[in-house]
């Protein structure tokens, strides 16, 4: 079985540009959330999506935004792109309920310069 | 406002010791308690979890220790392995919104 997977794996972008990171989850899999992740630091909570509709939000600016699609896959924007925002962008899925563990893709590493 | 702390940024373990990895957290709607192990150019990978209902959870060489009275939990690997050497993250999950938050991550070295 595919795990989540995430494209591109590498991206390099240049400041005030807008960017769209894609995620496929695991067959079966409903939620899927994106987190950051900065280096030297643990992964940020930005979204989570649970069929289709926004279950959670983390504190990041209207630049991001996301969308979840039929088949539960989802996109990751980011507009107006600034050198702070280059990191990890780690997608991860889940069942949902009580179980709790979330299935990570490798990410995707965003370069801003 | 950091909801789940790991101290220690790393920590170096001889190979066949116990390694214990701390987490501290402030959220008491938290119902679930996690461990992800994390490899450089990998995503997180689920290691280990319990529930706030109970203290312990093993599963082979871990062991994860819950006083939720003192808002702290702990990993023990016994016996470490070099393959151990990665980042481990705590995380908690808020039931109301499923949604889980990590810790710094503590850098795990076990040497041979």
């Known amino acids: 079985d595919a795990g989540v997977t995430q494209s591109p794996t590498h991206l390099i972008k240049t400041r005030g540009q807008q960017v769209t990171l894609r995620c496929s989850p695991i067959s079966g899999h409903k939620s899927v959330s994106w987190y950051q992740q900065v280096l030297g630091q643990g992964p940020q909570f930005i979204f989570q999506?649970?069929?289709?509709?926004?279950?959670g939000r983390g504190n990041f600016p209207d630049r991001f935004s996301a969308r979840q699609f039929p088949n539960y896959s989802s996109e990751l924007n980011v507009n107006a792109l600034l050198l702070g925002d280059s990191a990890l962008y780690l997608c991860?899925?889940?069942?949902?309920?009580?179980?709790?563990?979330?299935?990570f893709g490798s990410g995707t590493r965003l370069t801003v310069v | 406002d950091q909801q789940v702390k790991q101290n220690s940024p790393s920590l170096s373990v001889q190979e066949g010791r116990i390694s214990i990895l701390n987490c501290d957290y402030t959220?008491?709607?938290?119902?679930?308690f996690l461990w992800y192990k994390k490899y450089p150019a990998e995503g997180p990978t689920f290691l280990i979890s319990i529930s706030s209902i109970k203290d312990k959870n093993e599963d082979g060489r871990f062991t994860v220790f819950l006083n939720k009275s003192a808002k702290h939990l702990s990993l023990h690997i016994v016996p470490s392995q070099p393959g151990d050497s990665a980042v481990y993250f705590c995380a908690a999950r808020e039931t109301s919104y499923d949604k889980v938050i990590f810790g710094p991550g503590t850098s795990l070295s076990v040497i041979p």
């Open positions: 999506y649970y069929e289709k509709e926004e279950r």
């Open positions: 991860a899925s889940t069942l949902g309920g009580p179980i709790g563990g979330y299935t």
């Open positions: 959220n008491s709607m938290f119902d679930y």
